[in-house]
C-alpha cells in the first residue's frame, strides 16, 4: 500500500513557478512509478508527467515541455514537480499517483493505470 499527500499549490501570476510536493508512505515506494495528473473545472483529469521508479527518463505532456520539472527523491519518498513559466491555462487541482508497474510514453496518460491516488493540491494562476 502507498498513501501519497501533495502540497505546495497556491495562487502565483502568470509567468510566476510553484513547486508541488508529493510525498508518500510505504517502506517500498522507491519501487513505484510516479505520475502527475490535473483536473480544472469542467475538463477530464489528464496526465502531466510521470517518473519510473528507476529514475529513468521522465515523461511530459507537450504543453508543459520546457516549463515543468519532475524530480524524485526515494530516500526522502517524496516526488517534486517544479513548474516554471505558469500560465493561466495551467489552473487545475494537481494529483500525483502511484503504481508498480512499468510506464510507457502511451501508458502513463490513462488514468486507470495507477493504482494509489493523492487528494491533489490547488494551483492558480491568475493573469
Known amino acids: 500500500q502507498v498513501q501519497l499527500v501533495e502540497s505546495g499549490g497556491g495562487l502565483v501570476q502568470a509567468g510566476g513557478s510553484l513547486r508541488l510536493s508529493c510525498a508518500a508512505s510505504?517502506?517500498?515506494?522507491?519501487?513505484?512509478?510516479v505520475g502527475w495528473f490535473r483536473q480544472a473545472p469542467g475538463k477530464e483529469r489528464e496526465a502531466v508527467t510521470s517518473?519510473?521508479?528507476?529514475?529513468?527518463?521522465?515523461y511530459y505532456q507537450d504543453s508543459v515541455k520546457g516549463r515543468f520539472i519532475v524530480s524524485r527523491d526515494n530516500a526522502k519518498n517524496t516526488v517534486s514537480l517544479q513548474m516554471n513559466s505558469l500560465k493561466p491555462e495551467d489552473t487545475a487541482v494537481y494529483y500525483c499517483?502511484?503504481?508498480?508497474?512499468?510506464?510507457?510514453?502511451?501508458?502513463?496518460?490513462?488514468?486507470?493505470?495507477?493504482?494509489?491516488w493523492g487528494q491533489g493540491t490547488q494551483v492558480t494562476v491568475s493573469s
Open positions: 517518473i519510473s521508479w528507476s529514475n529513468g527518463s521522465p
Open positions: 510505504g517502506r517500498t515506494f522507491s519501487t513505484y512509478s
Open positions: 499517483a502511484a503504481t508498480a508497474r512499468a510506464l510507457s510514453s502511451s501508458s502513463y496518460k490513462a488514468r486507470d493505470y495507477w493504482n494509489y
